[in-house]
């Protein structure tokens, strides 16, 4: 199933996410500005979509109703009441991608309460700049066309899978959600020590994040395991190896491990609790 032109891709709220995933759309050409429509429960939350050229609403209904492809993108302490206000919109051929956290489809179904097309699929902040990665599940109802659809607009902003179950969507929280504001941290980190030998910060921010683009791009693009790609770089008594070392003595890895882990154990939780 591909994107007919013209096609309403909706968001159910205009936060954080939307404004990646929008964003995303319209960079890669799949979606036009004026065919996304957003909605916020305040002006103020509508500002920033409607500045990329987006519809604003404060009308959830308005959304459901125009659109065939919505996003639900609230967080999940709303969903129920929004899912409960839209669900007599909601019809059977329209199909609902939600990027709601520790949120599973059986869970948005029964607040539905009726048959309803939906997929999970889980993006990260980068799909802003078309290098994402999405992970997804379909729901019950949910048919092979409405997947496809599903990629037809995710893919062109980064990398897109159907993952074997539910769970491990929640599992990959930590590597693929929470891990960009570790790369972020890390980038800040090796700009101020650049700064500290005499860079100027504008520089050093430039020169970090490109270093970390073409590693990552290394790592994506190279039959090395990602260990002989740090040995490559690591000459006998040179200078890597001493910051190498460094970073040994100081736990780094076993620092990004923990942090990791704690992440997904933190998403895990709450869908304990649910």
């Given at each position: 199933m591909a994107l007919i032109p013209g096609t309403k891709v909706g968001f159910l709220g205009a936060g954080n996410l939307c404004q990646a995933i929008a964003g995303g759309l319209i960079d890669s050409g799949v979606v036009k500005p004026e065919n996304i429509m957003a909605s916020a429960r305040t002006e103020t939350g509508l500002e920033k979509v409607e500045q990329m050229g987006i519809a604003g609403t404060l009308d959830n209904k308005k959304v459901v109703s125009e659109c065939s492809v919505v996003f639900l993108s609230v967080v999940p302490k709303v969903l129920p009441h929004v899912l409960k206000e839209v669900s007599n919109c909601v019809?059977?051929?329209?199909?609902?991608?939600?990027?709601?956290?520790?949120?599973?489809?059986?869970?948005i179904e029964d607040m539905i309460g009726k048959?309803?097309?939906?997929?999970?699929?889980?993006?990260?902040?980068?799909?802003?700049?078309?290098?994402?990665?999405?992970?997804?599940?379909?729901?019950?109802?949910?048919?092979?066309?409405?997947?496809?659809?599903?990629?037809?607009?995710?893919?062109?902003?980064?990398?897109?899978?159907?993952?074997?179950?539910?769970?491990?969507?929640?599992?990959?929280?930590?590597?693929?959600?929470?891990?960009?504001?570790?790369?972020?941290?890390?980038?800040?980190?090796?700009?101020?020590?650049?700064?500290?030998?005499?860079?100027?910060?504008?520089?050093?921010?430039?020169?970090?994040?490109?270093?970390?683009?073409?590693?990552?791009?290394?790592v994506l693009e190279s039959d090395k395991h990602v260990s002989q790609l740090v040995n490559d770089v690591c000459t006998p008594g040179g200078t890597t190896i001493e910051g190498v070392f460094a970073l040994e003595r100081a736990g780094f890895k076993g620092t990004v491990m923990d942090a990791v882990i704690i992440s997904t154990e933190k998403s895990l939780q709450k869908m304990e609790k649910k």
């Open positions: 019809t059977e051929d329209q199909l609902l991608i939600s990027v709601v956290c520790s949120t599973t489809n059986k869970q048959k309803v097309s939906l997929i999970r699929a889980i993006p990260n902040t980068p799909v802003a700049v078309r290098s994402g990665v999405t992970r997804g599940y379909p729901g019950t109802h949910c048919t092979p066309e409405q997947v496809n659809l599903c990629r037809v607009l995710l893919e062109p902003l980064g990398i897109f899978s159907i993952l074997p179950t539910e769970a491990l969507i929640n599992s990959t929280s930590g590597l693929c959600g929470c891990s960009p504001a570790f790369v972020f941290m890390m980038i800040d980190s090796m700009a101020d020590a650049a700064v500290r030998m005499g860079l100027p910060r504008e520089q050093a921010v430039k020169l970090a994040a490109k270093t970390v683009e073409g590693s990552a791009r290394m």
